[in-house]
């Protein structure tokens, strides 16, 4: 299935660095965290709203990050994100921290699992998320090239 990715721009913010500037990387989860809620608002998914109907509960189940280039104060980074596996139970979420002369700040990848709200067992993903999300799913192993390079530079980034 070839998707879309999501793009944001977020800027690297006082409290995201370090005392000579430079970007934390503990502040990197704010920025996948951001990507993630404004890709899913995208998709016609808010949480605001989302999680006003708690039949399921999408937790955090693995974030890894590769961290290859520093960011610093000020900086706008553009966040592209993608749903790069979809399967019964869980999404797999892949983000890459861009500058804007297109070198990787981090590329993550996080895996959310569905459950159930009452007892957190897991579940199959409703349809209406799968619907919503089938526009941003990239097939994980071949994200498709795009016109600025932006899902195809990711390994070359490495």
Wanted: net charge negative; glycine share 6%.
């Amino acid at each position: 299935m070839i998707g879309r990715p999501h793009r944001i721009t977020e800027r690297v913010r006082w409290a995201d660095v370090d005392l000579v500037g430079i970007m934390r990387f503990s502040a990197v989860p704010r920025f996948i965290e951001f990507a993630e809620q404004e890709l899913m608002r995208e998709a016609g998914l808010p949480y605001g709203t989302f999680c006003d109907q708690p039949e399921v509960w999408l937790p955090r189940r693995h974030l890894a990050i590769d961290y290859l280039s520093p960011a610093r104060l000020d900086d706008s980074l553009t966040l592209v994100s993608w749903v790069s596996r979809m399967g019964d139970t869980s999404l797999t979420l892949r983000t890459d921290l861009r500058q804007d002369d297109g070198r990787v700040v981090a590329a993550a990848t996080l895996v959310i699992v569905c459950v159930t709200a009452t007892d957190f067992t897991k579940r199959t993903l409703p349809a209406e998320i799968r619907e919503a999300l089938r526009h941003f799913v990239w097939d994980a192993d071949h994200p498709p090239q795009v016109a600025d390079g932006v899902a195809g530079a990711r390994d070359d980034a490495r």
